[in-house]
């Protein structure tokens, strides 16, 4: 995989737009890193710290899967990663210092004794995690802290703005972290932030027997690293504008767009609405390059892949005829879907349930319309069956806390082209 | 390039022309010159030195060796961050806007030779979660210098209730929209026309309550 570079694609609806108007377009583009490699050989080290809750809420169920799920992880490592495990209530512990994965069945012991106990220092013990991980920080390492928690942060440091700010703070020395928030008393307006501005994932496990599966899809994400500090810029040639990016990435300094790591084999949908100039039938265009910016792992320097998108324009007749690609509409639906979800958690903020409901049943709509053109995608049929979860617990229960954290993990979800199956 | 800079520090370079050779060499033995695809940036030479300090690109020398100019550290900074935003297809204006008033620190990141150094980032890693610890719970934010504690934005209690702002747009003589600073439009398509139907409605209602011209 060494040197094999992320293909980027770029896709219009029809292989032409038509001629004689100006038109607003949606383009997909698709960047596809390479394929892992089979044997796992080239595997980046892991340098990891658990964070585990065990406030007094944690009790019973939630605790053995999780203790079960941080066993899972153990079993996943080599000798050559490097983990620690910090427990936390309203006391921080570091049960296990960083340390190399050989002793496998005493990591577990250590970690099956833990119990549940009082109330959330949230903030120390995330800090605690982070220097297990600084202490033997590697830039050939995932240095990554996984905060688990089922709790709001109500001992120490509990202001949401500034632990978020502090998680950027240690990502951008090298830490990133990823936050796993169980059942539905947790804060997800920290935990979502904490873990975008952090460089990790953010995930919701809504029943205590998902936890191991969660944990699967990040250390999977973990080992697939392919890429990070990944960013696009875009270029409109003259007379054309961009007037969306459908993902809603953040702006960089530069003004580029911020993007979430590359994960070798799993493709990343960002999709742009650009307005077009009138053309005449026949005529070529460039209408926009493109720059992708990446540094891949183990490498120092950034990497910077260029494309230039070219257009071809014919008669609206003839573009009729042509065959529509369903990956297009597809991946529109899925981001607008995404901002449906995070309309529908403003209005159930404000109060007004029964408009989160009606926009949770538009986006339901369109999901089927989906389905019927692409009866077989297994995206849209995951994305018509949650929304119709959701309109059926948002019309009878308005206020539900689980819906609403359902809604923002989903949407962070679809808007970084993460799965969480 | 880190490495490179490492070594640069302490130099100092005469004239345009020794800062542009300076840069130069570092950029062609550091790689920084090639970019994906084999497209380079352009060496820097005399003349595009002179042309970044008119720009407001670069800094003039703050030193004379007799007549000549003498630049330092900063001014090779500067023209290797100027080189890569250019290669990067970055207008000169917004060039101009990341770099000046920048640290050395902050233009080390932008050339992003600073997350390089294993070493270095572990400690600076490390001390930022001691400082945090050190830091505690409380003001968890310095206030700024001239402000009292319990200004602090982020941990104090807020001085005055949040100050609401509104923005008038006249769409027409004798029609206006009011818009919070804190309002955000609707993103979705059904959302949106639910809206400009709400607002053609409240159209036709007050039209309805228009004297007609003429009638009664």
């Known amino acids: 995989m060494r040197g094999a570079k992320p293909r980027v694609e770029i896709f219009t609806e029809r292989a032409k737009l038509a001629a004689g108007r100006e038109q607003t377009v949606d383009v997909l583009v698709r960047v596809t890193p390479p394929e892992p490699e089979a044997d796992g050989s080239s595997r980046r080290r892991l340098n990891l710290s658990l964070v585990l809750d065990r406030s007094g809420s944690m009790g019973g169920a939630k605790m053995l899967r999780a203790q079960d799920a941080a066993a899972y992880c153990v079993d996943q490592l080599l000798p050559a990663d490097r983990l620690s495990v910090v427990i936390f209530d309203d006391v921080v512990e570091v049960l296990v210092p960083s340390q190399p994965v050989e002793d496998k069945e005493g990591l577990k012991r250590l970690i099956n004794r833990v119990s549940a106990r009082n109330s959330t220092a949230l903030h120390e013990a995330w800090v605690r ?15 990554r802290v996984l905060l688990i928690t089922d709790g709001l942060a109500n001992v120490g440091l509990t202001n949401t703005d500034e632990i978020v700010s502090q998680a950027k703070g240690l990502f951008e020395r090298g830490v990133s972290t990823s936050t796993v928030g169980i059942g539905a008393d947790f804060n997800e307006d920290l935990l979502i932030p904490l873990a975008r501005a952090a460089g990790g994932n953010a ?43 459908l993902n809603d990435f953040e702006l960089t300094e530069t003004g580029r767009y911020r993007l979430p790591d590359l994960q070798a084999g799993s493709p990343l949908d960002v999709v742009l609405r650009l307005r077009l100039p009138e053309r005449r039938a026949g005529e070529r265009m460039r209408i926009l390059d493109l720059k992708l910016g990446y540094t891949p792992r183990e490498a120092r320097g950034a990497e910077v892949l260029k494309e230039a998108f070219e257009v071809e324009f014919a008669e609206a007749a003839e573009v009729e005829r042509l065959p529509a690609d369903p990956e297009v509409s597809k991946a529109v639906l899925l981001l607008m879907n995404a901002r449906a979800r995070r309309e529908a958690v403003s209005s159930m903020d404000r109060g007004d349930y029964a408009a989160a409901a009606r926009v949770i049943d538009d986006a339901y709509t369109s999901s ?26 948002l ?16 949407a962070d979800l679809l808007r970084t082209s993460r799965k969480k199956r | 390039m880190r490495k490179w800079l490492e070594a640069a520090r302490q130099r100092k370079h005469v004239g345009a022309a020794g800062l542009a050779q300076e840069a130069a060499r570092i950029l062609s033995e550091s790689g920084g010159a ?19 300090i008119t720009e407001g690109l670069i800094p003039p020398a703050d030193e004379k060796q007799g007549t ?9 900074l500067q023209l290797l961050v100027v080189k890569k935003l250019q290669a990067e297809h970055i207008p000169i204006r917004k060039i101009r806007e990341l770099v000046t008033g920048r640290t050395e620190r902050q233009l080390e990141k932008l050339l992003g030779a600073e997350a390089e150094g294993g070493a270095a980032s572990k400690n600076e890693a490390l001390g930022y979660l001691e400082s945090l610890l050190r830091k505690g719970p409380q003001p968890s934010a310095p206030p700024p210098a001239a402000a009292p504690p319990q200004a602090s934005a982020l941990t104090g209690p807020p001085a005055a209730p ?6 008038r747009v006249e769409l027409e003589p004798g029609l206006e929209v009011h818009v919070s600073d804190g309002y955000r439009a609707p993103q979705t398509e059904g959302a949106l026309r639910r809206l400009t139907q709400s607002f053609l409605d409240l159209l036709r209602a007050r039209a309805g309550h228009v004297p007609r011209r003429g009638g009664k």
């Not at chain 1, 191991?212 to 504008?241: C, K, N, Y």
């Not at chain 2, 949040?162 to 923005?167: K, Q």
Request: charged share 25%; with cysteine.
């Open chain 1, 129 to 143: 995690g982070g220097m297990q991980v600084s202490e033997h920080l590697d830039a050939g390492s995932v240095n």
């Open chain 1, 203 to 245: 995930w919701h496990v809504a029943e205590p027997e998902d936890m191991r599966r969660i944990f699967a899809v990040e250390l999977e994400g973990l080992l697939a690293q392919f890429g990070h500090d990944v960013s696009l810029g875009l270029v409109p040639s003259d007379g054309v504008r961009v007037t969306d990016l």
């Open chain 1, 368 to 393: 089927l319309r989906l389905c019927a053109s692409m009866p077989a995608d297994a995206d849209a049929a995951a994305e018509s069956e949650e929304l119709y979860r959701l309109t059926g617990s």
């Open chain 1, 395 to 410: 019309r009878e229960r308005g206020s539900d806390s689980m819906s609403r954290k359902i809604l923002q993990y989903s």
């Open chain 2, 34 to 52: 090639q970019q994906a695809r084999g497209t380079v940036t352009e060496l820097p030479d005399e003349r595009t030195v002179r042309y970044y």
């Open chain 2, 68 to 76: 000549a100019s003498l630049f330092g550290y900063r001014h090779l």
């Open chain 2, 162 to 167: 949040p100050r609401e702002t509104w923005a």
